[in-house]
């Protein structure tokens, strides 16, 4: 666990003067943001508590970066929410510029909790591997992948896939003739690709070098990946370094931010893309992106009108596929197909996921 005080950020010019030191604590057991707002009879007891504990396990508060290295698309926006400019002030009278409580001066407590990558729930990869081979979904992005990545990069070709969840992508591409390696952050899924007769397959972080050879690498596929990296660029950079000069990434990542939900929390995403912000972190990363197009779109009708009925009627709950008769599956893969046939020709509109293929 990483604790560094962050006590500068960008305000808007009325608010300039005032500057917000905030925690920052990258713990893999908590969820990657919490704002936490106690209230008048607890906040001193959480003070005292939370300060002894660090006091008694961590280095003091030094490192210090500016807060909107670690916001994110879901995070704060001062400009549109006047109460939250009054916390940052209150925060700010109340630290001073180490880190330390002035005395006196103890407002409500806002602790940033995040970390670097957001590995999948066990039991959520219990029900991928449940329904990898029958659901509508899995089978749907597993035959528009692999249409891409036979027409991009054909065999015999060496393929890495970052997150690879249940490793059925991996089995499907080394039944295809690929050379396949595998990293995941998740000891359970390690486990079961070596169950799968998966040999080249490791635990593994992205966020941090890959254990490949520079330039080794034909394609690395990040599929729903991405949006689960605090720092995503890295991570690209990452695939970069292993993939031969011409090789790729091919990706899927969630879109539309303003359709975040508790289903993404309870998934441990950090955001959802547009395309526009997509081809800005390919481009920081040193790639240019081919091919983009949304998919997925015939569903956005019905997940509009959840993302509604949650915002009207919140309540916590598993983030699970939802269960369709067998006659709705077979009707979602055909229009998947059909879908699939107008991705070739021109990119989608519109579509809950981005599909796309980045060169190096």
């Not at 899995?138 to 690879?164: C, D, M, Q, S, W």
């Not at 390696?181 to 390690?190: N, W």
């Not at 000069?245 to 959802?272: E, M, N, Q």
């Not at 699970?320 to 077979?330: A, D």
């Amino acid at each position: 666990m990483l604790v560094k005080a962050r006590p500068k950020m960008n305000l808007p010019p009325r608010e300039r003067g005032s500057f917000l030191p905030i925690l920052s604590i990258e713990a893999s057991e908590l969820h990657p943001i919490q704002y936490v707002a106690p209230s008048l009879t607890t906040r001193f007891s959480l003070l005292s508590s939370l300060f002894s504990f660090l006091s008694s396990r961590f280095s003091p508060l030094a490192q210090r970066s500016d807060f909107n290295d670690c916001a994110d698309q879901r995070n704060f926006s001062w400009e549109q929410d006047p109460s939250r400019r009054s916390f940052g002030r209150m925060l700010a009278s109340a630290f001073g510029e180490d880190g330390s409580i002035q005395r006196g001066r103890i407002p409500r407590l806002l602790i940033i909790v995040s970390r670097k990558a957001n590995p999948m729930d066990p039991n959520h990869l219990d029900e991928l591997i449940e329904l990898e081979d029958n659901y509508w979904w899995h089978i749907a992005k597993r035959e528009l992948v692999t249409n891409i990545v036979l027409r991009e990069f054909p065999p015999p070709a060496r393929l890495v896939e970052g997150g690879i969840g249940s490793a059925r992508n991996l089995v499907e591409f080394s039944k295809l003739g690929y050379e396949v390696v595998g990293f995941d952050l998740m000891p359970e899924s390690i486990a079961h690709a070596s169950n799968r007769g998966l040999e080249n397959v490791s635990v593994h972080d992205l966020g941090t070098p890959w254990p490949l050879d520079s330039g080794s690498v034909d394609v690395a596929l990040m599929l729903d990946v991405l949006e689960h990296m605090e720092d995503p660029i890295k991570v690209m950079q990452h695939a970069r370094n292993a993939l031969r000069t011409g090789g790729g990434i091919v990706f899927t990542v969630p879109c539309y931010p303003w359709l975040y939900s508790d289903w993404d929390k309870s998934l441990g995403h950090f955001r959802r893309y547009t395309a526009k912000e997509m081809r800005r972190q390919a481009a920081e990363a040193g790639f240019t992106v081919q091919f983009m197009s949304h998919w997925n779109g015939f569903t956005l009708p019905a997940a509009l009108a959840v993302r509604g009925y949650e915002k009207l009627f919140p309540q916590q709950r598993k983030p699970e596929f939802p269960r369709v008769s067998p006659r709705m599956n077979r009707t979602l893969l055909t229009m998947a197909k059909m879908e699939r046939s107008w991705i070739r020709a021109m990119q989608m509109p519109i579509g809950l996921s981005l599909v796309g293929v980045l060169r190096k």
